[in-house]
Each structure stands twice: as C-alpha cells, then as structure tokens.
C-alpha cells in the first residue's frame, strides 16, 4: 500500500496494490497488519457503512462528539470529493481542511481520524460510497458543521451547481457556533 501524506499530517491517502489483467483486477480493501505496518496506526474497524447517492448530493461535514469516530472511507462505483476538517480546538490546524478525489477508478481511501469532520460531493451520476469505523454510530452524540462556512472557504467542485443536502445538513452551525472537540 502507497500512504500518501496530506496537508493535515493526521490525514492520510492510502493507495493500494492492484493485481489486474484482461480478466478484472483484485486488491486488499483492508489488511489490519498491512494498514499497521504502512500507517502507524493499529485499528480495530468495528461497523461498516455503505451510502449511495447520485451527482450533486452532498453528505456532511460530519462527526460525533462523544464517541468519536475515525473513519476509512472509499468509492467502491462512481466518484466523490471527500474532505477532512480538523475539528480539533488544541490542534494549530483547527479549521483546516483537505479534499481529494475517491473513485472506483483510483481506488484510493482517506482515513479521516478521530476529531475531524468529514464529508464529500458526488461527481459522477451516482457513486457507492464505503466507510469502515473506529466506534459505533451514535446519533445523539452525532454533530455536523455546516458545508459552505465561509470560516472555512472549502473549495467544494460543484461549479454552478447547487449541491442536494440532508435537512439537518442544510441546518448545520457554522464552526463558530458548533460543538467541537478540545
């Protein structure tokens, strides 16, 4: 596996070797010994979510208060722009952010750790997008801030369009006025 680092050290790019011919392709999604060995990190991913959603919708930014989640995400069909921000009060970082693109054709994955919020775009007609967690979801401790905060200025690749949200999306604080982590 490539780990490729970002701006936000914590967040991680993670590439995996494809094994391909005229037949298809394989790969390891997730090896616990391998992700360890490449990242530092040993984790136990304990629930496995899987959304679909088609061009334009986006989901996010997302993160659970109590209880927080690190996340390994990827595209499994179609394409996303996925982002990280530290939600982090303590960190030199807070209010930072990374995007990159996840699709079934690159087959990368983001590991979105503890204390980030975390959302993405849909870029192609529809795309099925994978998460594996570090804890359960929990609703009442489930938090978002909302996707265009001008504090911010994420770069969201939406052009003139105007991206399908979740109501409790739409209705998210900004940063300012939301429950962070210390």
Known sequence: ????????????ILEPKVFGDDRGFFFESHNRKTFAADTGLDLEFVQDNHSRSVRGVL??????????????????SGAVW??????RKSSPRFGQWVGVELSADNKRQLWVPPGFGH????????????????DY?????ERAVVWNDP???????LG????QLAAKDAAAPRLAQAEVYD
């Open 119 to 134: 959302g993405f775009v849909v870029l192609s007609e529809a795309a099925d997008f994978l998460y594996k967690t570090t």
């Open 160 to 163: 003139a369009t105007t991206p």
């Open 82 to 87: 996925d982002v990280a921000v530290d939600l």
């Open 151 to 157: 504090q911010l200025a994420i770069a969201w690749p």
């Open 137 to 141: 979801w929990y609703p009442e401790h």
């Open 59 to 76: 989901r996010g930014l997302h993160y659970q208060l109590v209880k927080p989640q690190g996340k390994l995400v990827r595209a499994v």
């Open 1 to 12: 596996m490539n780990v490729i680092p970002t701006a936000l050290p914590e967040v991680l």
